[in-house]
């Protein structure tokens, strides 16, 4: 369920980050009036992800922006301190390595090759490659179900390759956007969706979504998303500790079922939650 | 379309009853073709009003297409300037008379002019973000520009060229004759008057810059369209979000173009003549320049 | 250097660029057709197709091809199940032929809407004398000089077709511009030789379209 409530205060920092935003620096003016301590952290999301990391209304929503909120808070900063930036998949390195955020939480999967120019807090969720499929739909239960069945994705994503590379006659739609294919979808022409089952339980809460489609809840891969810190960053223990709490107090749970509400979805629980890995 | 009527007769009575029923028939085939494309939608939901109220309220233009808009804006605006600097320096320099420059500047000018604008955008912002010292948040910004700018200085330049190649001979050789050097007959007397005779086609390049920057938002520029669609993924309505976007472009695009025709006509006592003939049979129809 | 090279291994190149060059191809056909019926209906008496001619034009010049091509896909095919033939990517092949054909249309229109200027009053007056009436005058008289004296804006058009092409990677069609991106997210250590491999690609095609114009524009110009 999205949350439509405009407090005074995030509209203004919002407005100071659409202004900086748009004028494409970075100063650290976007805090808002804080409260106390004049500090303020920079972090990473995605912009576009309904239910995991979406900016709409210039307020940041979905299941990334309530963990980073959490671990903020943990480590200090309060929600007006915190600065959010849009950080696209490919820039999500660069802007780490050049000091430009401070975490990213950005459905960033923990890897081998990341791990060679960032560091990584958590993992705070495991995901796992899964369909949307038509919330009336029983005949698609995983990967093996979508052999002439038309199955959609985002241009170059490589989690629909990896499905047509086994279902040799799955039929793949490339689009811009995995809304765009759920567009499809609704209009009846696409047969599922694929990509990680959070970000598409996340796309079918939305309100406009909401009871029309389902997550198969197959997963057929497994995917650490992780806090993207830089390598010399001190804050990873602290990080993991935050992320130990929210998980004992129920907050990540909570988080979890605010934003995919309404997607008939629930996680793999022989996964989640996980339990941070060791910082190097 | 003053003279258009040189085309056919004026109607008489016979011909006047017959175009009312051309207009009739061709009347309802546009509508037609409407109708089933309205109802198609409509039975798809398409039309039901959730998907539209919130065009209807101020924090979505507020939060979504008007910092949409800006940052178009902002990406084409820069554009333009860094477009006619580039136009002018290699347009000029198509005209030197010193042949190794010509050279350079025909081989930089042909190349951009050839290559497709998306593929520069696309590797310029791959090199930006990973091989240039640029904050990676900046780099869909200068990538969107600065492509634009590669393509279209270079189609500013080839007017510039034309232009000056355009003019009446005499004009040249009357500098001559007066004593002007080549390169003074070229800045004083053909530049000035081949400046005046591009202005409608520099304007109509504008709606160019102003609609390929909409290109951007494959490499994550957050211009119009991205905010449109990202406020489509969210709201559930992507297809009258996109209807929206394309509607403020289309309204910018016929405004430059409007400007452009008043333009010409305005400066027609110049630049008509150089460019029209005059028993031209739609003689204010301005050439539109091509993406 | 020598791993740029055992990239090509790996990806069709040459097929993409063949993609981009059918879809220029059959585009080409496409807007020529609607864009020479539209030039017509722009100058003709009925007041309701010059309307339609006019509103047409300004409408797809000042839309972004993206936008097309998206509404294509996600409308025509996403709601309103337009399916032109069975075999799925043969269909977005098409419907992306459909969408730079509505396109280019508009620009073909004025292509040869400013031929049309090149013809003389004369012809006009001449063709409606010896008894034609407006379509015959159209199609016999106007039209023939008219292309002649349109080729080198249609050039450009066709030019701008084929670098357009790259815009239907949107409607989910393999081709250069999509290839690139995939090459050189892959590869960004040879980002560069990547770029440039693809841009070559384009000035080879391009280039000696527009030469061929532009020599054909003066050898068919009609002499006054």
Known sequence: MRKTRYAAVAFAAAAALTMSACGGDSGTDAGGEDTGSSDTITIGIKFDQPGVGFMENNEPSGFDVDVAKYVANELGYSEDQIEWKETPSAQRENVLENGEVDMIFASYSITDERKQRVAFAGPYFIAGQDLLVNADNNDINGPEDLNGKVLCSVTGSTSAQKIADTQPDVNLLEQGGYANCVTAMQGGQVDAVTTDDIILAGLASTDANSGKFKVVGNTFTEEQYGVGISQDSDQCEAINTAIRTMVEDGSWEEAIMANTEGADYSYNDELNPPEPAACA | MSNQAVLFDVPGPKAKRRILVFNVLGGLFVLGILAVAVNGLAEKDQFEAAKWTPFLEWSTWQFTLLPGLLATLQAAGVAVLTSIAFGLLFGFGRLSGVAPLRWVCDVVVEFFRAVPVLLMMIFLYQFFAKSTPMEASNAPFAAVVVALTLYNGSVIAELVRSGVFGLPKGQREAGLAIGLTPAQSLRSIEIPQALVAMLPALLGQFVVILKDSALGYIIGYTDLLANAQRFGAGAGNMLPSLLVAAAIFILINMLLTFTAQRLSRLLGARAGKLLQREDAIDPEGVEAPVK | ?224
């Not at chain 3, 032929?97 to 006009?124: D, M």
């Not at chain 3, 989910?172 to 892959?186: C, N, P, R, W, Y």
């Open chain 3, 1 to 224: 250097m020598g791993g740029f090279f055992a990239l090509f291994e790996g990806y069709d190149v040459v097929a993409a660029f063949w993609m981009n060059i059918q879809l220029a191809f059959w585009a080409a056909i496409g807007s020529l057709v609607l864009g020479t019926v539209l030039a017509v209906m722009r100058i003709s008496p009925i007041a309701s197709l010059r309307w339609f001619g006019t509103a047409y034009v300004n409408i797809f010049r000042n839309t972004p091809l993206t936008i097309i091509m998206v509404f294509s896909v996600l409308g025509l095919w996403g709601q309103l199940q337009v399916n032109f033939v069975n075999d799925f990517d043969l269909n977005f092949f098409m419907l992306a032929i459909l969408s730079l054909s509505l396109y280019h249309a508009a620009f073909v229109c004025e292509a040869i809407r400013s031929g049309v200027n090149t013809v003389p009053l004369g012809q006009a007056e001449a063709a409606r004398s010896i008894g034609l009436s407006f379509l015959p005058a159209a199609w016999l008289i106007i039209l023939p000089q008219a292309f002649r004296g349109a080729i080198a804006p249609l050039g450009n058009v066709l030019i701008a077709l084929v670098k357009n092409t790259t815009v239907a990677a949107a409607a989910s069609v393999a081709e250069a511009s999509g290839l690139m991106k995939t090459m050189i997210e892959f590869r960004p250590d040879v980002m560069t030789q990547i770029f440039l491999t693809f841009a070559i690609g384009f000035v080879v095609i391009v280039i000696p379209i527009g030469l061929l114009t532009t020599w054909a524009s003066k050898k068919l110009a009609v002499a006054r």
